[in-house]
Structure formats: C-alpha cells, structure tokens
C-alpha cells in the first residue's frame, strides 16, 4: 500500500505568519490576547492557551478588558483571518497595544473594498456568511455589501436600479464554484467589475488535493473542524473520492482499510501544524 501526503498540505504563508506573531509576543513577557482564535485550528489554540494566551471571543469581550496602561498594557494580536475597521478604533481608544496578524491576502481585499465602496459600488463578497474573514470585510465596507455563498443565492440576487457591483471573494473559497457564481452575474448582464481574491495558495492547494483524490482509494483530510478552506478540501476531495476521511485529530482516525487498497492519499488545511500531519501519515503508515 502506497501513503502519498498533498505536496501543498499544512500551514500556508498567512497562518505560519499569524502563530509566529503570538509566539513573538509571548517572548515578550506581556498579557497577550487574540481578537478571535488567531487560525481555525483547535490544536494549534490549545497549545497557545497553555502558554497563557487568551481568546477574546467577541466585540463584547473586548470592551469588557481594562484599559492599557504604559509598558504593562496588553497586547491584542489581530487573527489571520482579519478584524472589522470598528475593532480597531476600539482598541486605540482604550489604548490596548494593536498587533497586526492578518494575512497579506486578507488585508489587499480590505483595501479594495475601502476603495471601491467609497467610489459607490455594491460589494458582492463570494464566501461563507458569519465566517470572520467575511465578517471582516463586510466591516470595511463603506456602502451596501451582500455575501454570497451559493449559486442559487446569485441567480436571485436582484441589484438596486443603477448599482454598480463589485465582486470579491473569501480567500479560501472554492476556486471553481467563485468562477460559476461571478459567470451567473455576468450573464444577467449586471454592471460588473470583478477581481479574483482567492489566494494563489488555495488554489493551488485544492487543485493538488482533487488531483490526489482522483488518484486515491482512501483520502484523509486533516484539519479544525471550523476551519472553512479544510472543510473546501474534504468537499474536493468527496467529489473525488468516496472514502474520504474528514479528521481533526489522530483520535479522530478509525480506518478499516480493505486489502484492495493501493493508495492512501492524505492531505490538510492551511491552519493544520506539520507535527499532526505527520503524526497521521505515521500512523497510517505503522497500522496498515
């Protein structure tokens, strides 16, 4: 039996980027706290609360901190995933010290949407509602934004007379499903400008995990169970393969592997740390 880990599998660029900020902060001896869990990934979050960081849960948590006071003023990290501009004017007026982790491909879409609302366009963000990278760029916005995520919810989409749109999407959406929707708007004929924000990551990520699948007999998929590019990935990976195996962690995998089996493919979200992945492809590799 052959075990194949995705090439593109574990930490992208902006999560790696976001835990090494708190990392950073911690070696600084100060209170940190994360607007939200810094990535979607309950392992990487349990091990950071070990070392004393805290979660602030909402915008009420946030107003409920002392104010910062001097050189013993706690530190915030901003999540990967971003933060509404409100919580920023939140954090100076109570003068907690900002740390910035949002992703660099998060941050290109909040300047965009900035841009293009205050030029008067409808914002049209493809992506998952309620999620905290949608939620963050709908609190960017400047005028009237509607998050789409299905492509029925396109087609009975209806503009206000005169609305120019302008779509973007979620980083970590599914790149083929972007394109179906943003062509559903074009062919009503709406007045529409669009830019792909999906990051280069993500895709290349989910086009690596459907080529894996297709070749599979059995697709392991590690990551948070909040995590959406990881839920995307386990979705790819379905249509591609019927045993495809959705895990948070190695206490998750109950495999019974039939002889017939030739390949085990395995792949993970963006938020997913090297150690679990490899502690599953060791796993599988030592039991079958």
Same mark, same amino acid.
């Given at each position: 039996?052959?075990?194949?880990?995705?090439?593109?599998?574990?930490?992208?660029?902006?999560?790696?980027?976001?835990?090494?900020?708190?990392?950073?902060?911690?070696?600084?001896?100060?209170?940190?706290?994360?607007?939200?869990?810094?990535?979607?990934?309950?392992?990487?979050?349990?091990?950071?609360?070990?070392?004393?960081?805290?979660?602030?849960?909402?915008?009420?948590?946030?107003?409920?901190?002392?104010?910062?006071?001097?050189?013993?003023?706690?530190?915030?990290?901003?999540?990967?995933?971003?933060?509404?501009?409100?919580?920023?004017?939140?954090? *100076?007026?109570?003068? =907690?010290?900002? !740390?910035?982790? +949002?992703?660099?491909?998060?941050?290109?879409? %909040?300047? /965009? @949407?900035?841009?293009?609302?205050?030029?008067?366009?409808?914002?049209?963000?493809?992506?998952?509602?309620?999620?905290?990278?949608?939620?963050?760029?709908?609190?960017?916005?400047?005028?009237?934004?509607?998050?789409?995520?299905?492509?029925?919810?396109?087609?009975?989409?209806?503009?206000? *007379?005169?609305?120019? =749109?302008?779509? !973007?999407?979620? +980083?970590?959406?599914?790149?083929?499903?972007? %394109?179906? /929707? @943003?062509?559903?708007?074009?062919?009503?004929?709406?007045?529409?400008?669009?830019?792909?924000?999906?990051?280069?990551?993500?895709?290349?990520?989910?086009?690596?995990?459907?080529?894996?699948?297709?070749?599979?007999?059995?697709?392991?998929?590690?990551?948070?169970?909040?995590?959406?590019?990881?839920?995307?990935?386990?979705?790819?990976?379905?249509?591609?393969?019927?045993?495809?195996?959705?895990?948070?962690?190695?206490?998750?995998?109950?495999?019974?592997?039939?002889?017939?089996?030739?390949?085990?493919?395995?792949?993970?979200?963006?938020?997913?740390?090297?150690?679990?992945?490899?502690?599953?492809?060791?796993?599988?590799?030592?039991?079958?």
């Amino acid at each position: 039996m052959e075990i194949v880990l995705d090439e593109c599998a574990g930490f992208c660029f902006g999560v790696r980027r976001a835990v090494d900020t708190v990392y950073e902060q911690l070696e600084k001896g100060k209170t940190i706290y994360t607007y939200g869990s810094v990535v979607h990934n309950e392992v990487v979050v349990q091990e950071l609360a070990k070392r004393g960081v805290k979660v602030l849960e909402d915008k009420a948590s946030l107003l409920a901190l002392p104010p910062g006071k001097g050189e013993e003023k706690a530190a915030v990290v901003i999540r990967a995933h971003g933060v509404p501009e409100e919580i920023y004017g939140i954090l *100076e007026q109570k003068g =907690l010290e900002c !740390v910035d982790a +949002t992703c660099p491909f998060v941050k290109r879409i %909040h300047r /965009i @949407v900035r841009e293009q609302s205050a030029q008067g366009k409808h914002i049209v963000i493809v992506g998952n509602p309620g999620h905290p990278e949608v939620e963050g760029i709908l609190g960017m916005c400047r005028g009237p934004a509607t998050v789409v995520e299905e492509p029925g919810e396109a087609e009975n989409f209806v503009p206000e *007379e005169g609305d120019s =749109l302008f779509v !973007v999407s979620q +980083t970590t959406f599914n790149y083929n499903k972007f %394109h179906y /929707i @943003v062509e559903i708007f074009q062919e009503k004929g709406y007045n529409v400008s669009v830019v792909n924000t999906i990051c280069s990551a993500t895709k290349e990520r989910q086009q690596s995990a459907r080529a894996l699948a297709a070749r599979a007999d059995v697709m392991i998929v590690i990551g948070g169970k909040h995590s959406s590019n990881t839920r995307k990935l386990y979705e790819i990976c379905r249509g591609e393969c019927a045993n495809t195996y959705f895990i948070q962690t190695l206490d998750d995998l109950h495999l019974e592997l039939p002889k017939a089996v030739r390949l085990v493919g395995i792949t993970a979200g963006a938020s997913t740390p090297n150690k679990l992945i490899e502690e599953v492809q060791r796993h599988v590799r030592i039991n079958f």
